[in-house]
């Protein structure tokens, strides 16, 4: 049986533009860069990943050239659903489209979309209460696991911190069509440096600054081999992070129990099921940061959930919960039945795990408990002044 990619099921969020004076990019610059995104997709969709994808008019240039690549995608997208691998998840694509969306779907593209809208592959997102394009990005930045940029401009630099402060990686291409210091080319500039490369994504191999120069194609790369290099730094890319606040004492009375929780229950789980890898900070690792209280709340910072284990009552724990509940984090309170808290995390519809049965029985309960709390609202809600 074949390995699945690490990219099955994995949100590709592909965004940029062309520069509208076809002195800044050539149209043979421009066809270049569209035949590596509509190369890039086919063969995402062959590995399973599923997209981000705005839905617009389409927009020219002076020379005919289209300024996105969204319709290029969507195309891509539609005539390769025959590659799709079996089992790959549902949706195909979350839609994001906004109040004029009907009216500005291409002539063109018509049957496209109306043969996608109405079937289970795609997830339409509107968000026609916001007339502005940050509020639509902000959309799809929720949803995306990855970014990847290509030209653009101030949208696409925006898009990159949005990714960048939920921790999911960025993925900068260096295509020549825009000006070198707009958008995508202005991300890589930056990753060419040591220094920040490691801010824009981390590789389960080498490292982000090594990859970005293996990324960093000339004119004599071949089309196959820009795709194959691109698809595999995605498919490098660590997993979604989980952190784990948790009892990390060894002389405290439950430590074996939570240690043993973690090892049988959690990690197989979160890391296995659901395809995250766990974090657990603990002085162990190779910091990112001169201090140990910075390297914690960085890492649970841009952690995609938070799994918090209460047992012991640690003051550090609560101060880590309670900053994981205000980001606001998907967050999952757990603790050992019996333990004395000093609230009732009831009320929160904890986890009350037990150190008995099987370990079956104790990853179901684990599990069950985490599809039921995971699409939990915030605490408090973001409430904005005028909508």
């Given amino acids: 049986m074949t390995a699945r990619s690490p990219l099955f099921g994995r949100r590709i969020h592909v965004s940029g533009s062309i520069a509208a004076d076809p002195a800044v990019a050539s149209a043979e610059d421009v066809h270049h860069a569209r035949d590596l995104v509509a190369a890039l997709t086919r063969e995402l969709m062959a590995l399973g990943a599923t997209f981000v994808l705005p839905v617009d008019d389409e927009k020219f240039r002076s ?5 996105c690549f969204d319709w290029l995608i969507w195309q891509a997208v539609h005539d390769s659903l025959a590659r799709r691998p079996a089992g790959a998840p549902h949706p195909l694509v979350v839609a994001v489209e906004h109040h004029k969306t009907e009216d500005q779907i291409p002539a063109q593209f018509h049957k496209l979309w109306d043969d996608l809208r109405a079937s289970d592959l795609i997830q339409i997102e509107n968000v026609s209460h916001w007339n502005m394009a940050s509020k639509r990005m902000e959309a799809q930045a929720r949803f995306g696991d990855i970014l990847l940029t290509i030209g653009g401009g101030e949208g696409v630099l925006y898009l990159a911190n949005l990714y960048h402060d939920a921790g999911k990686p960025v993925v900068p291409l260096n295509a020549r069509v825009t000006g070198a ?13 040591s220094a920040k490369a490691g801010q824009f994504f981390q590789p389960t191999s080498s490292n982000a600054h090594n990859w970005i120069n293996r990324i960093n194609f000339t004119a004599r790369t071949a089309l196959a081999e820009q795709m194959k290099g691109i698809v595999n730094l995605l498919e490098a890319l660590e997993a979604p992070r989980a952190f784990a606040v948790r009892l990390l004492n060894p002389d405290h009375a439950d430590f074996a129990d939570v240690q043993n929780f973690f090892d049988i229950v959690v990690k197989p789980v979160v890391e ?18 001169p201090r140990i209280d910075q390297e914690i709340f960085a890492k649970l910072h841009r952690s995609r959930v938070v799994f918090a284990d209460i047992t012991g009552a640690r003051p550090n724990c609560f101060l880590e919960l309670g900053y994981a509940l205000g980001r606001p984090l998907p967050t999952m309170v757990m603790a050992k ?13 904890g986890l009350h795990w037990k150190t008995t049965g099987s370990v079956d029985e104790r990853r179901r309960v684990f599990r069950e408990h985490w599809d039921a709390i995971q699409t939990r609202p915030p605490l408090v809600p973001t409430e904005p002044l005028i909508s």
């Fill in 63 to 67: 020379d005919g050239q289209p300024i």
């Fill in 181 to 193: 210091d707009e958008g995508s080319r202005r991300l890589f500039s930056l990753g060419l440096s």
């Fill in 272 to 289: 296995d099921e659901l395809g995250y890898r766990l974090v657990v900070v603990d002085g162990r690792q190779v910091y990112d940061h």
């Fill in 337 to 349: 039945e019996g333990s004395a808290t000093p609230f009732d995390i009831h009320t929160f519809a």
